[in-house]
């Protein structure tokens, strides 16, 4: 009998331990920290209401870890910049009383909900309070003035308008009308982010009732430069999504993709079909994505975006390789989307300060001549190149990242090339009268072989240059690349010559000139 | 030695606990259920004939689960719509025989085989003996007719024609030739669906020896609306893969997207780079595509295409969000997929049925005007927008869906608007006679400008809007959406004001005009 | 005190089993071999110096196995083809040193390093040290060859100088610059591999300080018919990823898509939207990728590129349903690749020896005739379509596999034809004067015209019949096939026509025709 028992003792203890393991395996570390009572008012009604909401929190960090908690990790492991929070924070989970409450009152977005005042969007403002150097760094990125760069910049309007605009077919003639707030929402701001403003208030039914909410527009939105009604820039979710907040996804590469697919910025396609997006694809399954810092070589065996762009990297000795930056060009000596052609990167997130030599709102003048005094000089750019090489020479030697670079440094010159011919096919278009541009205060961007022109550097230069970069050559050939760049430059002087032959033509025969376009 | 032996047995009882725990949780719970000894006989063979098939059957749900066992599940998690089968079939698992031996003499593909009777195609009437309620959904699917309504519909039967047709050039002129049957089953209806038929009896060497089969065209097909030897319509395996017919893969975006990648249904590619796609992609890997109901947060913290369009989803609760429906337009007020511009959706899923204004077989008229009679009305697009705006809510606060379906409700109507702005060009052409369309009693899509004119509406209309409603704003503005839209709209109001001006020229020196056009 | 002692060693047993179960399950069986001193003094600095490296090869079959042990395999579950290797390498793992300094002093490549001779690039006479059968097949495969069948045939020479030479527009005109190395390595011989030559020494400076390298051109790559330092030709890294080696990545669909993804040869893209490919997708994650043979139906319940083209395969008995090739021909009785017409396999992997009937380096002629002698016989054909068929049987019956097969030879004959009959648009604008090609001694490439008739069958021929071959119709239709090839027939048809009514005009006016092209 005591035998029976204390083997059974055994027995229990073993199979507890084997369970204990096996659940701590799976669910991650226990934590002490507890939710706040205002963040479990929350939850009582949202588990019902918005059941996907608070399902995905709980599966967070932020659900498990209070800010004090997550100040004590060792340097290398944090997660927070910041050093301290205020007091009734530090102690709880991170839930969401402790965001949609933070300073509400700061927010033109903030009401009176079951009791509590609470904004609806919460906004780099916020988040700077556990992760202060992450928001200013972003600050710093391009990304973060998504909006402001595109809305503010006259040429870039025109741009927009020149896709975004209606266009219709009455007595015989193409017109065009604005576009909207709500086109452009669903457009190009989609990615680089709305204006989002507190129009007034609007009673909506619920599943607990009528109730008041504050009526936005520009909302919902989530791209990279928003506008948030506390006045703050950017946002944060465009990466670390909602509400689960899992640096796993910021580190995958489909979470870059949302924006960088398309054929101006095709990041994720090159990606694809490179070694280092087959390297993910094939075995990323077995790597580790959630670590901190992350170690080259035991955690992942290939790069994803984040590797070279963002990440805080060590070696398998704890050695930094490179810290982490959310300005990421902190790693980046060039810009190679062409506006219209590769160039330095301009030194102030803000690009609508730039002025051109001939005083164009461009980081590159029509002719290829950059703005220099508005982009990073070369000494800057050696800095950033040599970070960026640094995460190269985890696994590559110095004579691969050298033969490398030079191949690449080659293709930003020759696409910026073969975008200099087609502009200077334009010119010769716009100074003969065939297509009318910005001398005749004319959009450039709206007559067809305008439009060839400008696919030409947003799309094939652009995207031969990510290939390059990248080394993923499959798509910088046919799929969008080279071959269209050397098609698109033949089509262009082919309209060009026709229609200079048919106007001599039509000289010598006494013809008018075709009427003019005044329509897009 | 007593001791030992019970210490030895002690050990081996928590190692039998602990391997048998380890293969449950591998291989799903054991069941009682028995192959039915026809089922057996047919594996005999074909484990070495088609080791493929027997191996994936063997690893799904029919292989370990009697309907008798299915029927007994609480409502909720129940897999299968009827109360009951067949005596014969209720007690053993779902097997080759089970399935291929149903009713064969009511399938003229049915055979003698090996001392069977049995027929080849297994069709929505045989799966519809456990899974009726689907199988009536499904038919009233407009994918369950996706064969009657294309090769039904005078109208698409020439733009299939226009699409697969031979073209040839002869003494200096371009011909064309009809497609046949072989090509259309390549092309077009590899999706759709083909029509099988037997043709006859063949002899063929099997590894067994020479054995005589039903001779069949239209066929390998599994395409959706496909017409069955049995006289059945549709092909429940589109979706649910032979032979493990596993949820998770009908769960899964992939298999959407054997046919709704192109441009002209990107769904794949919009979900690709939304929000939704991104969470699936990197998250995914930890969500579980298995149970029944499906748990939204819990099983998932992301939507597929089957979340919002197909299952049964419930909240932590039990309670029910959505029933599962094989009828997908349930949830959809709206048919994007424009014909040519979006509308409610049909009433019926037979769309042979409908009639414009003008006497068209299509939902909307050349000049967008709805054929209203033949769609639902106002009701019952709010009835199908809540049911789906209740998908949306199990993540999403009220502003942030009314918001969404504002953007979405204005996209509609502007890509509307882009498409007959073509269209009014189109009519232009062909009142002039600068192009010949159905008033001349030829096809309105065979020549370069028509077929510009449906690039307008069936690439980058449908595209702009299935960004919008899934919001994967990267897709539908350069890769194939507004800036398309736009260039094609400038580009064929070119052609026209150029045609026009050589008409006017000739007409001014006498020239007769070029020849008609006779020709594809 | 005794039994409790023997209890506790009891349970530290029980543990230790199962830890161990745990762990071996995890890492893979334990081995005896070890780590040459050579290799360990390589890893000495190198764990710093470029970790991802040594972290990578550690998990690497080669850091676990010793030559010795991988021959004593059983004859079906041999990764290695040679029957023993040199006494000094067979009884360690297959390290850093064992490969980078294997007869280093037959590399042009080789240096004093730390003071080892070694050579940089690892080559294919390199790797068949141990695999030698692979090595063999693999010359005989057209992808070896890669480099030279594109740099030796002046006709694709033309093509790429098309693609890749610089255009300028000066004085009014468009001129063209020929391509250069660096191009090239960026462009075509990314995946067709460089020439990698030796250019001398150079010094670099390194973590060791500074250090003298052998400076290559051509390098970086890992082109599949690279032209390595020993004289050697291909690159097995190009699939077998450096340097894990690991044989799931190699059977994993991303590999082959590094290359295979672009509108010429769209494989991966026609595998994504094939069942296959779902199958892949959605189940993949539960497949077995390291099993060597490949079990059909217990390791995988659906086909990667390796499993129908190199992939040795047994059913569950273990009966040999394809032996494994890495002549991947072997199994493919058609290249669909056209140039410009789908055509029998060449029977030589060196294709530059081939003359076409009118003495064009090409396997077909312009007008479609095949380059017979140079090309397998139907006899030949016959072997190894049985052979590919022979891997669909796993899982498919003989009808499907027949219904399959005819719909396919039947897409090869149309999309021969709708090439062909480009191919005759573009003679008769030659032989009018149109254009300029080859009988004015003039690239056929380099025209708009001629662009659009290689898209005919570089692209969207390719594209049919790719989607045919391997069921990805939705490819095929309208992202980049049917719907392409007949709208761009059509198109070339209205140049054709535009061209020779306005010659016409011309001629009846006395009017000079227009200028020739002399430029690209």
Known sequence: MILGRCL????????CSILSWCVTAHSGAATAASISPDSEACIECHVTVTPGVVADWEK?????????????????????????????????TVGCAECHTLDSEKHADHFEHQGYTIHLIVTPRDCSTCHPAEADQYSNNLMSHGYVNLVNNPLFQDLMESINGGRHFEEGRLTSSPSDALTQADSCLFCHGTRVEVKGKVMRETDMGPMEFPDLSGWPNQGVGRINPDGSQASCTSCHTRHQFAIEMARKPATCSECHKGPDVPASKVFEVSKHGNLYESMGGAWN???????????????????????????????????????????????????????????????????????????????G??????????????VRQRTLQ?????????????????RFLHTIQTTNEMTLTTTRILFTAWDKGLARGPAQKESPFDESIEKKWVEQWLFYANSVRFSSAMCGADYG??????????????????WLEARMAREEKDKSTGKDKPPGKGKR
């Not at 870890?65 to 205020?86: D, G, H, I, W």
């Not at 050939?477 to 082919?494: H, Y």
Request: proline share 8%; glycine share 6%; charged share 20%.
């Open 8 to 15: 059974g003792s055994v027995a229990r203890t073993l199979m």
């Open 60 to 92: 967070s960090r932020h659900a498990r870890v209070s800010p004090q908690e997550a100040f004590q990790k060792p340097t290398l492991e944090l997660r927070v910049s910041a050093e301290q929070v205020p007091e009734r924070l530090a102690k709880t």
């Open 289 to 367: 994505f959630t670590t901190v810092p992350w170690t080259v070589g035991k955690d992942i065996t290939g790069p994803t975006c984040a590797t070279c762009h963002v990440s805080l990297l060590v070696n398998s000795e704890g050695t930094i390789i490179a810290p982490r930056t959310h300005q990421m060009n902190d790693r980046l000596p060039w810009r190679l989307f062409g506006l219209p052609y590769a160039h330095a990167h301009p030194k102030s997130p803000d690009t609508t300060v730039i002025k051109s030599a001939s005083s164009l709102p461009l980081p590159t003048d029509l002719d």
């Open 369 to 382: 001549t950059p703005s220099s005094s508005f982009l990073i000089d070369a000494e800057e750019q050696s």
């Open 390 to 406: 640094g995460v190269c020479a985890s696994c590559h030697a110095t004579g691969w990242i050298q033969g490398h670079w030079d």
């Open 477 to 494: 050939v046919f799929e969008n690349g080279r071959w269209n760049l050397s098609k698109n430059t033949r089509e262009m002087a082919d």
